[in-house]
């Protein structure tokens, strides 16, 4: 693979939380355009590789190298992480009482933008945004995420992410409880984000997510490394016979 022109490129990256290594040494190379999947159990490292990848000061980078578009990764702090055109969408994302929708995303694309930025669009962009998504209206000037279903919370998220025009997303778990109608939608905004400008990256445990929105490259991780890659018939496989048959050939050491 190439490393040039790439969107994302993290080489042999080590992540530690509370001084314990979880993710040992993973490297991945994201293109414009290309959809790939981290698959694997939970505690599998995978979810700590997301957060390091977006800044959050409880993941440590202990070593390695990663580069958004070209720029050091690793030298920025999370909001120049975001600002650079990274995009993290949370497993869990967070209730933030007293705080608007509306005003959660003119805040964030105020930030993205800086702090002179004409706001002028915003209304008209975010109203767009939110129809694209079937996301009501009457959602504007509810509180962040408070009281809402798993399926409203993720579908905000995909909202920030329509907003923000990252250059990459990373989705983790953004199936996670969701049911099938839900995910659908979450699925057609991802879908409706991505293009040949942009690269997604997807954290999952199930193939469901895989069924509506095709990765080009689906990898394996077990125990803090990515063990096998290949194409999105990997992630049937992996539906259709579980981890075990990875790990299996891990200690046969078949590679096969």
């Not at 050091?72 to 969408?89: H, I, P, T, V």
């Not at 209304?123 to 209206?137: C, D, H, I, Y």
């Not at 895989?210 to 018939?233: A, C, N, Q, T, W």
């Amino acid at each position: 693979m190439s490393h040039n022109n790439a969107l994302l490129d993290f080489e042999n990256v080590h992540v530690k939380v509370e001084d314990k290594e979880i993710v040992k040494g993973v490297s991945l190379t994201i293109h414009p355009g290309e959809v790939h999947a981290i698959m694997g159990k939970n505690g599998s490292g995978k979810s700590s590789l997301s957060n390091a990848l977006a800044g959050h000061p409880a993941y440590e980078v202990s070593s390695g190298t990663a580069f958004l578009d070209g720029k050091n990764l690793l030298k920025m702090s999370a909001d120049e992480r975001s600002r650079a055109g990274l995009f993290l969408a949370f497993q869990y994302p967070v209730v933030i009482p007293g705080v608007t929708v509306a005003n959660f995303m003119r805040t964030a694309l105020k930030a993205h933008r800086g702090q002179d930025a004409d706001m002028s669009d915003f209304r008209k962009l975010f109203r767009a945004e939110m129809k694209e998504l079937g996301v009501s209206p009457d959602f504007a000037t509810r509180y962040l995420n408070d009281g809402f279903s798993g399926g409203e919370k993720k579908r905000i998220e995909i909202l920030q992410m329509a907003m923000l025009k990252p250059k990459i997303a990373i989705l983790d778990e953004t199936d996670s409880g969701l049911d099938i109608d839900a995910l659908k939608k979450v699925a057609e905004g991802i879908n409706r984000f991505h293009s040949d400008q942009t690269g997604i990256l997807m954290v999952t445990h199930y193939q469901r997510l895989l069924d509506y929105v095709k990765p080009d490259f689906v990898h394996v991780m077990i125990g803090g490394r990515l063990v096998k890659s290949g194409g999105p018939e990997l992630a049937l496989k992996l539906e259709d016979r579980g981890y075990e048959w990875v790990e299996a050939e891990m200690s046969q050491g078949s590679g096969k």
